[in-house]
């Protein structure tokens, strides 16, 4: 374990009071070693995205890379009205209707999909949430995928705003730097409200995934001009 307390607080420029709290609620990733806590480097870069955390550029480099997003939601889909009264009901009822990696029993999936929320919350939000598997579970990049799952009704999924869940990004991909960078497109996306009220208005797949195509080409544009 790379990191100590003092670390996340030079990272995030929080105070130790605030940390400690988010530990308390398991908000954070990290781990009791020796009666200290530690913290996994991968596991607070990810955090950092899913979380949309504002940072100074020396703390975090990932660029946008090379996975087309669109392609990953062609694979995964868009379900709607998906039910259920807490966390697990919700992420079974989704498995249930997704597209799901061949070779995997959807019942294995569910509990990987668990235990990652036992570990930390996925939700990020603004009433988003992303599921995913702490290590990847997709052998071949050409299975990996994302589905969007709009709820039937709000779910609390134990946001640090405390907002309930209306809309969840399932991912299955195939590497861990695969899934940084895709769950870094999805944080820029989320950061745009006209994305986000397209997800509170359930729109249709061809509506989401042409808005993000767009996205992209705004990106990669930025991207070779240096601009951020």
């Not at 997003?69 to 498995?95: C, H, K, Y």
């Amino acid at each position: 374990m790379e990191l100590k307390i003092k670390d996340i607080v030079e990272l995030l420029q929080v105070n130790e009071k605030t940390v400690y709290r988010w530990i308390k609620d398991k908000k954070i990733p990290c781990y009791r070693i020796n009666h200290q806590y530690r913290f996994n480097r991968a596991e607070i870069n990810e955090w950092i995205l899913s979380n949309k955390i504002e940072l100074s550029s020396s703390l975090i480099n990932l660029g946008l890379g090379d996975h087309n997003l669109p392609r990953l939601l062609e694979s995964g889909g868009i379900v709607a009205s998906i039910v259920g009264d807490n966390v697990g009901e919700v992420i079974t009822n989704a498995v249930e209707l997704i597209p799901t990696p061949p070779g995997l029993k959807k019942e294995d999936i569910v509990l990987a999909l668990m235990r990652r929320e036992e570990l930390m919350p996925t939700a990020v939000g603004k009433g988003i949430a992303i599921p995913h598997p702490r290590n990847p579970i997709v052998t071949d990049p050409k299975n990996a995928s994302v589905s969007i799952c709009y709820l039937e009704r709000p779910a609390d999924f134990h946001a640090l705003d405390g907002e309930p869940v209306h809309t969840l990004f399932i991912l299955f991909t195939a590497t861990p730097r695969m899934h940084l960078e895709v769950l870094s497109k999805i944080s820029h996306l989320c950061r745009s409200d006209l994305f986000l009220e397209k997800l509170r208005a359930r729109a249709p797949k061809d509506e989401v995934i042409n808005f993000i195509r767009e996205k992209e080409k705004e990106w990669r544009s930025k991207e070779s001009t240096g601009n951020d």
